[in-house]
């Protein structure tokens, strides 16, 4: 498996972020406080309905925005798959696959991730 792409809008401090990976090998760095665990989590978010650092989805959403929108396209098994995500602080949490609605509860994880965090506890 392997995220061709991603967008993001209004999710934690970005407004809006539209990336196109390589295949290989991609490298993120910066300051502290810039996004780079944000952008991390819009991806975990994403592949798995959830985030490993809040439980409260509201958290997720931009500040004084009413909903959060996340898209990532991804190879899977030499097929391209279309993922998004959809929060609203009304209406609740809605995911899709190749545009078809799909379980919140869908045990089927499209993009394993492994994470590692200081703020985790043992």
Same mark, same amino acid.
């Given at each position: 498996m392997w995220v061709k792409n991603l967008f993001v809008s209004n999710f934690r401090n970005f407004a809006r972020l539209d990336l196109e990976f390589s295949p290989r090998l991609n490298l993120f760095w910066g300051d502290n406080g810039e996004g780079k665990t944000n952008f991390l989590e819009s991806l975990y978010c994403l592949g798995h309905g959830t985030s490993f650092r809040t439980?409260?989805? !509201? !958290? @997720?959403?931009?500040?004084?925005?009413?909903?959060?929108?996340?898209?990532g396209e991804g *190879?899977?098994? !030499?097929?391209? *798959? $279309?993922?998004?995500?959809?929060?609203? #602080?009304?209406?609740?949490?809605?995911?899709?696959?190749?545009?078809? #609605?799909?379980?919140? #509860?869908?045990? $089927?994880?499209? @993009?394993?991730?492994? $994470? *590692?965090?200081p703020d985790k506890s043992l």
């Open positions: 439980k409260t989805d !509201e !958290e @997720l959403i931009k500040w004084g925005q009413p909903s959060l929108y996340l898209k *190879f899977k098994s !030499e097929r391209l *798959f $279309t993922y998004e995500l959809v929060l609203d #602080r009304k209406i609740s949490k809605v995911r899709k696959v190749d545009s078809h #609605r799909v379980g919140l #509860r869908n045990p $089927t994880k499209w @993009l394993w991730m492994v $994470t *590692f965090s």
